[in-house]
């Protein structure tokens, strides 16, 4: 029993420090996964495996280590869902790209987002001018949201996967 203690332990340990990785480094880094970066999230997920249940390798460990991920996921859900404060200091909030067709330079170069990044979202919802763009926003999941200034107002959603298309085809 004291071994499963030790387990859980160490796998709510790597849990939490993930989650700090992973608000630390944002979320574009999610949007566009490359193969540069499946080959890192591998290489974490072997790395910290052996710090979740040390040298104990039986299945048995490998559940109770997966079954602590999957229960402390759900419950952190859970707790950002009702505490908006601490939903707010662990997850990203979403970006304004264009407001009324006007472009924020300063914001797309810090989030390494391209003019022709946001055509290509635009070119792919029907959208032929920025000036067109009521809103644009990168939403906390990484996509490209669009609005446009149209009397019936149409939103369409982009997908970041620049990256990974360049790293299929």
Known sequence: MNVYLD???????????MIIALRIFGK????????????LILLISNSVQNA??????????????????FILNFILKKILFKYTKLSALI??????????????FKLL??????SEELREAMREHGVEHFSDVKLSMLEIDGNI???TGTNNLK????KRLKKLKKTIY
Do not use: C, W
Not at 7 to 17: E, L, N, P, V
Not at 52 to 69: C, K
């Open 28 to 39: 574009k880094e999610l949007s566009q996964l490359n193969t540069a970066d499946i080959i």
């Open 91 to 104: 997850q990203q909030k979403p970006e304004v790209l264009i407001h009324n067709g006007t472009l924020d």
């Open 52 to 69: 979740m249940v040390g040298n104990n390798t039986s299945l048995a460990s490998g559940l109770v280590a997966a079954l602590v991920l």
């Open 7 to 17: 387990i859980i332990f160490r796998s709510t340990a790597i849990y939490f420090f």
């Open 155 to 158: 939103q369409t959603h982009y």
């Open 109 to 114: 170069s810090k989030l390494n987002i391209s």
């Open 145 to 147: 949201s669009i609005i």
